[in-house]
């Protein structure tokens, strides 16, 4: 059964820097897309989607950033494709959210998804 495992959230300081991991698992090939969303706090109820951060397309390596983390953040896939990695920098409180990390198996919609993990920026 395919499963997404997040790991590397926490509570940091404005300008500090986290490395949030995504364990794949199940798996008959490599995902044709790997993303990192994130919900922010009460955006669910105000009926606001999940926030794509960072996408990867293993195939072509090609990489794609929301442009409110551009040149902050860093999406990777490591350990012989086995772990999706979101490196984040100079982090700021807007960055607050539960942040997910998800597989579109095909082209399309992001079908699999994890549990996500708590990221808290505070100032």
């Known amino acids: 059964q395919e499963q997404l495992v997040e790991s590397g959230g926490g509570s940091v300081q404005t300008g500090g820097s986290l490395k949030l991991t995504c364990l794949l698992s199940g798996f008959k090939k490599t995902p044709f897309t790997l993303g990192w969303f994130r919900q922010a706090p009460g955006s669910e109820a105000r009926g606001k989607e999940r926030?794509?951060?960072?996408?990867?397309?293993?195939?072509?390596?090609?990489?794609s950033y929301h442009g409110s983390v551009s040149g902050r953040a860093t999406i990777s896939l490591v350990n012989a494709g086995t772990t999706l990695v979101l490196q984040m920098n100079d982090l700021r409180t807007e960055d607050t959210a539960m942040y997910y990390c998800?597989?579109?198996?095909?082209?399309?919609?992001?079908?699999?998804w994890g549990r996500g993990t708590q990221v808290t920026v505070s100032s």
């Open positions: 926030e794509r951060v960072a996408a990867f397309w293993p195939g072509d390596g090609e990489k």
């Open positions: 998800a597989a579109a198996v095909l082209p399309g919609r992001f079908t699999v």
